[in-house]
């Protein structure tokens, strides 16, 4: 790119002037750009398990002129119709979900999910609002926020990040006491197999945020991003979804969702189910702006295969392959001794991702000497201090399982290991 000394400034607008590209890109570019740096940071999925038979398949069966609703022609704004009947009965096979509850009206399709999150953001939040976020939470998601000038605010959790019992009520109230109610305009839960904690919120947990929010006046939209629901190891998480609880009958939902992590990633199709009419409206009205519809052809191949029973098996296959990886992660951090230095973390039930607390005091920010340190071993990970609203604590990080085949992922977690026990 030419020096930008050499070109005309121009005045950027308030959203051009506070954004910066997200760390994830530069840690995707990163991990693209040198095979000999093993990432444990990119979120990217396993080449291994990608279903290349069945997207050449359906790709070529697609490309077959004389097709109703033409797949290489624009399609709807809110996405295919078959894909979105089918996508709400796919909802409807987690645990406590009803088909009944879930209208294909009301679910619309996206460039992943993470374009519908930013859609329900930008509809319904001005600068300088506050949006509620667990501790940790999805750093791309954090930064989003803060790039369009919001201010996460993070509710109190423990240190595996389970919500602290009565420290929403008590955010809420001092939220209440310093002005700030009418600047809080939603609440983000990343409720399964969290990205970066790994865990899921128990069915108390969720029904004690319905409470805080409703016993203090909160009646907010609340969002649920379940990115990972599909991607657990031996049996789904048995909570229901926002959607069919009764706690949050009365709130403005969006559930969220994506065919990224449990299908092909790169074919980027994500959705979002709303319940509430007005804000939906503004979504695709937004949507349409942006984009006016997601990549009809990428959006047909997925069709085809819910459509043609084909998707369960892959799933199978997939979860059965994470799992397989998680143990792997985990067995290289107890034989690199990681626990004897101080080093905790759960073992995840599903997703993609290692939540790992260094001993107190760490620093293990982008910055510190023992990132630096790491990046010389040949290992990249996330630091956790991005998955914090504040910033704060220093001594997390985050290890995504997703990318490295086995025998790189176990040298990884060696590299990781390595350093990590020196600290
Ligand atoms: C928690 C969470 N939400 C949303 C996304 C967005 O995913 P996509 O846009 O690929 O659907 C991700 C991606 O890593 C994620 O981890």
């Given amino acids: 790119m030419k020096a930008s000394s050499d070109q005309p400034s121009i005045p950027f607008s308030r959203l051009g002037r506070g954004i910066q590209p997200p760390v994830i890109v530069d840690l995707m570019a990163r991990a693209l750009a040198n095979p000999e740096l093993l990432s444990l940071a990119a979120g990217f999925t396993d080449n291994a398990v990608l279903p290349r038979e069945l997207v050449g398949r359906f790709a070529a069966e697609l490309t077959n002129s004389g097709l109703e609703d033409e797949p290489l022609q624009y399609g709807q704004n809110q996405g295919r119709a078959r894909l979105r009947e089918l996508t709400c009965e796919r909802i409807a096979t987690h645990p406590g979900e009803r088909l ?49 000038g919001l201010r996460p605010i993070g509710i109190p959790c423990d240190d595996a990040g389970a919500i602290l019992p009565g420290a929403l009520d008590c955010l809420l109230r001092t939220l209440d006491e310093n002005g700030e109610r009418e600047r809080v305009k939603a609440i983000y839960l990343v409720s399964y197999f969290c990205n970066p904690s790994s865990r899921s919120l128990e069915l108390d947990e969720k029904v004690a945020v319905a409470e805080a929010l409703l016993a203090n006046g909160y009646a907010i939209p609340v969002i649920e991003d379940a990115a990972y629901r599909e991607l657990y190891f031996e049996a789904p998480h048995p909570v229901p979804s926002i959607m069919s609880l009764d706690a949050f009958a009365s709130f403005p939902k969006l ?5 990224t992590k449990s299908f092909a990633t790169g074919l980027k199709v994500g959705y979002g189910y709303c319940s509430h009419a007005a804000w939906l409206g503004k979504i695709l009205g937004i949507k349409g702006h942006q984009d006016f519809g997601t990549a009809h052809f990428n959006q047909s191949i997925i069709e085809r295969v819910l459509d043609e029973g ?12 994470y799992a397989h990886k998680a143990v792997v992660m985990h067995t290289g951090l107890l034989a690199g001794g990681l626990l004897d230095a101080g080093w905790r973390w759960e ?12 001993p107190d005091g760490a620093d293990l920010r982008m910055d ?6 790491c990046i010389e071993h040949g290992v990249l990970y996330v ?11 220093w001594h997390c990080a985050r290890l995504a399982t997703g990318a490295l085949p086995e025998r790189r992922l176990r040298e990884a977690a060696e590299r990781f290991a390595e350093v990590a026990r020196r600290l």
């Fill in 368 to 373: 510190s000497a023992f990132c630096q340190r």
């Fill in 255 to 259: 559930y969220l969702g994506t065919y």
């Fill in 347 to 358: 073992q995840p039930k599903g997703g993609l991702i290692f939540w790992l607390r260094g």
């Fill in 100 to 148: 009944a509850a879930f209208d294909p009206a009301q679910l619309f399709i996206t460039n992943g999910s993470q374009q519908a999150l930013y859609l329900a953001i930008q509809a319904i939040c001005d600068p300088g609002d506050i949006v509620l976020v667990e501790e940790p939470s999805y750093f791309v998601c954090l930064e989003m926020l803060k790039g369009l």
């Fill in 383 to 393: 630091p956790g201090d991005l998955c914090f609203s504040s910033g704060k604590p």
């Fill in 310 to 321: 084909l998707y369960a098996d892959h799933l199978a296959t997939i979860q059965q392959h």
